[in-house]
């Protein structure tokens, strides 16, 4: 078993920042991938940025690239995402999530385990 603790989100105003942390705790592989989605109600759930442990692969959407960072720390097994230029259509629930194979990073399917989700609110 994987458990995934996030935290750092909240309330911030149109072009600020916020850092949301991910502890990857338990039976974790020698590599694996952690994503960090988002959903807002009545859409499908997008993946932001994803990051391959044990490698140096680095994916993000295009909509935030550029303005978010996706970073990982080894010795606290804990995955970073740093968000900055935020707009309020960035405004979601984030989640993380780890997939232990090598599937389609883009999907949802492919990852197997969750954390809770941290709101994230941007003001205008």
């Known amino acids: 078993q994987v458990q995934l603790d996030e935290s750092g989100g909240g309330l911030v105003q149109a072009g600020g920042s916020l850092r949301l942390s991910c502890v990857v705790s338990?039976?974790?592989?020698?590599?694996?991938?952690v994503g960090w989605f988002r959903q807002t109600p009545g859409k499908e759930r997008e993946l932001v940025t994803a990051?391959?442990?044990?490698?140096?692969?680095?994916w993000y959407a295009d909509s935030v690239r550029g303005r978010f960072t996706c970073s990982r720390d080894n010795a606290r097994n804990t995955v970073y995402l740093q968000m900055d230029s935020l707009k309020p259509e960035d405004t979601a629930v984030y989640c993380c999530?780890?997939?232990?194979?090598?599937?389609?990073?883009?999907?949802?399917?492919?990852?197997?385990?969750w954390g809770q989700g941290t709101q994230v609110t941007v003001s205008s």
């Open positions: 338990g039976h974790t592989p020698s590599t694996y991938t």
């Open positions: 990051i391959r442990w044990g490698g140096r692969s680095t």
């Open positions: 999530a780890v997939q232990t194979g090598l599937y389609n990073i883009w999907s949802p399917e492919g990852y197997t385990y």
